[in-house]
């Protein structure tokens, strides 16, 4: 639905408007508000932000259609005005236009025109409103993406590599902060989203240094992918570094006295790769599914406070270059028989 304005001390305007357009009102693909000048108008305009166009007289009390054009301009920039107005002079025309008039039209009004010209529009506004928000989902972009990335995202090869799906041998590491959720019962959300960025950025910065690569945040925790040469062993010493760092920081506050501690799920082996998500909603994420995956999950829901822990295969595949201890026997979901676990201690 689009709400139009109508800024007219002429009152039988208002029921002619009505009458001429009561179909669309009645489809609520128009909503009118009615004001008698100026300064109604700019008041209205505050009581309905979402006012799209603005069909205004020139000549009226108190506040007159050139004026309230130019408070448009500095106020509600992207509100668009149509002049309708008996004053169709050369002069009155180059002043509404130089002061942001979208169009102009005389009366009496030729509604087949009127029609038209807020259909125009109506068309510019919502290109208008597309175009910023396109800006503002880039500028978001940058935040968090590096430019030579973006330049790639541009490119036919980016494209057609959206589409590949691929099995690859990599790790998985799943990282929580544990009994996180006892502060968010407890503090602002402010000061939980702060606290809770604050411990990613240190996580990530270790993950990052041994070649990792965010997957996704869950909650308080990470899902970290490392593919590559000697994958295993890079992940173990990310989160090694990561647990040291995130035990080593200083309470947040006097007031908080939380010290935060991170379990650890780590395992390695194939996994598909690709896309998934919605392609109706248009959600898609890059990410990685598979038994491998679901096992590291499983692994870190085992895992004790600073515990980093693995299966038997990866411990074969890194002991002689880690220490590690033997913990137990376990049995993780949808597996038949139990599965040997060890917390790699350094």
């Not at 932000?49 to 000549?59: C, T």
């Not at 942001?100 to 005389?106: E, H, L, V």
């Not at 809770?196 to 990530?204: G, I, Q």
């Amino acid at each position: 639905m689009t709400k139009i304005l109508v800024a007219d001390d002429e009152t039988d305007l208002e029921m002619l408007i009505k009458q001429k357009f009561r179909q669309k009102i009645r489809e609520q693909q128009y909503e009118f508000v009615f004001a008698i000048n100026g300064i109604d108008a700019l008041e209205k305009i505050q009581k309905n932000p979402d006012v799209e166009i603005v069909l205004s007289d020139i000549n009226m009390p108190e506040m007159d259609g050139l004026t309230l054009l130019s408070r448009l301009s500095e106020s509600s920039p992207l509100i668009k005005a149509v002049i309708v107005s008996a004053y169709g002079d050369m002069d009155n025309i180059r002043t509404a236009m130089n002061r942001g008039a979208f169009d102009f039209i005389t009366k009496p009004i030729n509604f087949d025109d009127l029609t038209l010209t807020m259909e125009k529009t109506i068309a510019h506004v919502a290109q208008v409103r597309q175009t910023l928000q396109a800006i503002k989902e880039n500028n978001i972009l940058k935040m968090y993406v590096d430019e030579t990335v973006l330049s790639f995202m541009s490119t036919r090869e980016y494209e057609s590599s959206l589409m590949v799906n691929e099995t690859v041998n990599a790790t998985v590491a799943f990282i929580d902060i544990c009994s996180f959720t006892s502060i968010s019962e407890t503090e602002s959300p402010d000061i939980v989203v702060k606290l809770l960025n604050n411990y990613f950025d240190v996580m990530v910065k270790e993950i990052i240094a041994q070649g990792g690569i965010v997957d996704k945040f869950i909650g308080d925790a990470i899902m970290a992918v490392f593919k590559g040469n000697y994958h295993l062993d890079r992940a173990i010493d990310a989160c090694l570094a990561l647990r040291t760092q995130i035990e080593n920081l200083p309470p947040a506050s006097n007031l908080i006295t939380f010290s935060p501690k991170v379990s650890i799920g780590i395992n390695s082996g194939e996994m598909i790769s690709g896309n998934i998500g919605s392609g109706n909603l248009r959600r898609l994420d890059y990410t990685v599914i598979g038994d491998v995956v679901n096992v590291a999950q499983r692994l870190q829901g085992v895992a004790k406070e600073g515990q980093i822990i693995i299966n038997q295969e990866s411990f074969d595949k890194v002991n002689e270059s880690f220490n590690c201890r033997k913990v137990a026997e376990v049995s993780l979901k949808n597996k038949s028989n139990p599965v040997t676990i060890y917390e790699v201690m350094d």
